[in-house]
T-cell receptor, first 121, second 110 residues
Framework: DAGVIQSPRHEVTEMGQEVTLRCKPISGHNSLFWYRQTMMRGLELLIYFNNNVPIDDSGMPEDRFSAKMPNASFSTLKIQPSEPRDSAVYFC???????????????????FGEGSRLTVL | GQNIDQPTEMTATEGAIVQINCTYQTSGFNGLFWYQQHAGEAPTFLSYNVLDGLEEKGRFSSFLSRSKGYSYLLLKELQMKDSASYLCAARNSGNTPLVFGKGTRLSVIA
């Protein structure tokens, strides 16, 4: 079974450009999380969805960041305009919440994608 | 608020035992997780504790004391491939997201 799939794996862009990161969660999972990881701050939650609905976006740094989940198998994280301080590894993770109908992970752990390493020059 | 504390770095010798501690403060509690993350890779799930006590899984064990807000990850018979960051994470309740510590970078030396 495929894990969480993210694209692109690496992106280098210039300040002011729009960046779109993509995520395909594990089939059957009903929760999706976007995290950002830096050396200074570790793994920080940006936003999460349950059943495609955004539940908490209080971790989104500012209005330049937006995330969508149009269906159960796809989510995007967009940064517009990008700034050098946005440089980080962005991880998407999925999991099975209480409303899920399958229990492949009864502990409710999260499964992470390989991450998208973003460098903004 | 929520706070997860763990040491930044540790070094241990191949074949030895190492204990990585984690203290947490959360408004609620529904599980303590440990993840392993090799450099440049995704975090991968190692262990889960929701009740007090020790959970053993091969060379890795994890302990939880809810009253003390404390957990540790114990790695036995260390191997070079165990060199990685170990992330402690707590969940407040139900299906809320995991809150992660900054990770402990473990270096295993010969």
């Amino acid at each position: 079974d495929a894990g969480v799939i993210q694209s692109p794996r690496h992106e280098v862009t210039e300040m002011g450009q729009e960046v779109t990161l993509r995520c395909k969660p594990i089939s059957g999972h009903n929760s999706l999380f976007w995290y950002r990881q830096t050396m200074m701050r570790g793994l920080e939650l940006l936003i999460y969805f349950n059943n495609n609905v955004p539940i908490d976006d209080s971790g989104m740094p500012e209005d330049r960041f937006s995330a969508k989940m149009p269906n159960a198998s796809f989510s995007t994280l967009k940064i517009q305009p990008s700034e050098p301080r946005d440089s980080a590894v962005y991880f998407c993770a999925s999991g099975l919440g209480r409303q899920g109908i399958r229990t492949p992970s009864p502990t409710g752990e999260l499964f992470f994608g390989e991450g998208s390493r973003l460098t903004v020059l | 608020g929520q706070n997860i504390d763990q040491p930044t770095e540790m070094t241990a010798t191949e074949g030895a035992i190492v204990q990585i501690n984690c203290t947490y403060q959360t408004s609620g509690f529904n599980g303590l997780f440990w993840y392993q993350q090799h450099a440049g890779e995704a975090p991968t799930f190692l262990s889960y504790n929701v009740l007090d006590g020790l959970e053993e899984k091969g060379r890795f064990s994890s302990f939880l004391s809810r009253s003390k807000g404390y957990s540790y990850l114990l790695l036995k018979e260390l191997q070079m491939k165990d060199s990685a960051s170990y992330l402690c994470a707590a969940r407040n309740s139900g299906n809320t997201p995991l809150v992660f510590g900054k990770g402990t970078r473990l270096s295993v030396i010969a």
